[in-house]
């Protein structure tokens, strides 16, 4: 949460109106598993000549938090639509700029050198891969932890695989525990697992077992700086959605 709490403090010493808040870069907070697309998409608006924005990522229950206890913050991008709901909810999100622009599938990661395969069916087979030893998954409370949970109990193993299950606050936290060998096994998206060279992908959960996982952006209500809207734009544009595919993403 440190990466937060700087960029929170940076965008509030910064000036909000005015020619100040022209030059002021827009704080975006999005979902930990946009970490390396994202920037690459701020880059990208940088060399179109915009200032670079302000990337906080974390959880989406977290980041969701923050904005309604008041952070100086511009865009919202989540990991799921409950939590983008629950700010529209109060009333905190320009509803007519909410866009839902990314997909993303839900694995297995184990470490590289691994030879686990994860038998989806039957659910024998699954409880005995999954239970071998710890399971990182994120909480609950979390997306990826969401879609976790309701993968497990669709394909009827939840019961048997939750004391097994060890848990962390988003889900790059999830991927560190199998990069550092804490544990064999994470639940993490596919572009989690792209994203490291100390994993592969063990196996993927069926979509029809879980909730679409989507990714909604939208300006929040508070927001006071010009360059947000045109950087939400870029990201929901052919060029913006480019970028995320690129990273594993699929495009909505």
Do not use: C
């Amino acid at each position: 949460m440190r990466y937060l709490t700087t960029a929170l403090v940076m965008a509030a010493s910064l000036g909000a109106t005015g020619a100040e808040a022209q030059q002021r870069p827009p704080m975006v907070l999005a979902a930990a598993s946009l970490q390396e697309s994202l920037t690459a998409a701020a880059d990208a608006w940088a060399k179109k000549g915009h200032v670079k924005p302000t990337i906080s990522f974390a959880a989406s229950s977290a980041l969701a938090r923050q904005v309604e206890a008041g952070a100086p913050a511009d865009l919202f991008v989540s990991a799921d639509e409950d939590w983008m709901n629950a700010l529209a909810a109060k009333n905190l999100i320009v509803t007519s700029t909410r866009v839902t622009f990314l997909g993303n599938r839900l694995v297995v990661a184990a470490p590289a050198g691994s030879k686990v395969r994860i038998p989806v069916r039957p659910p024998a087979a699954l409880v005995r891969v999954l239970t071998a030893g710890p399971l990182a998954m994120a909480d609950t409370a979390v997306p990826a932890g969401k879609y976790g949970q309701a993968s497990l109990e669709k394909l009827g193993v939840w019961a048997q695989v939750s004391p097994k299950i060890v848990r962390a606050e988003n889900v790059r936290a999830t991927l560190a525990l199998v990069e550092r060998g804490a544990a064999p096994l994470a639940i993490v998206y596919a572009t989690d697992a792209k994203a490291s060279p100390r994993v592969r992908i063990a196996g993927v959960f069926p979509e029809a077992t879980h909730p679409a996982i989507t990714y909604p952006v939208a300006r929040l209500k508070t927001s006071t700086n010009p360059e947000a809207e045109g950087f939400r734009r870029f990201l929901v544009s052919p060029a913006g959605k480019a970028i995320f595919v690129r990273y594993g993403f699929s495009a909505r």
